[in-house]
């Protein structure tokens, strides 16, 4: 697992730069959650308003949801890092 020296601050919100999820298969993902109109998939810019996107809002470091595949199949997946947000923390940009 990775460490954050601001653990503080590690929860799943709007406009992080990343989030580092972790499938069942072991692979990492990293994704950043955005506004609707600047979300890619190819560049792994989640809307909030999407499904997945709305399912992680919230999230703390080290927890995890069972989320269906195409198939309807569930993968699990868990929130292993989350990055710092000077704004957050109050911080100057």
Request: charged share 25%; hydrophobic share 45%; aromatic share 6%.
């Given at each position: ?91 100057p940009v």
């Open positions: 697992m990775r460490a954050s020296s601001h653990a503080a601050y590690r929860l799943v919100v709007l406009g992080l730069k990343r989030v580092i999820v972790v499938r069942q298969d072991s692979k990492e993902l990293e994704i950043t959650l955005v506004f609707p109109g600047a979300d890619e998939v190819d560049s792994a810019r989640i809307s909030v308003f999407s499904h997945i996107g709305t399912a992680l809002l919230g999230l703390s470091v080290g927890d995890s949801i069972d989320w269906p595949q195409p198939n309807g199949r569930p993968r699990r997946l868990q929130v292993v890092d989350i990055a710092y947000q000077p704004e957050a923390a109050g911080d």
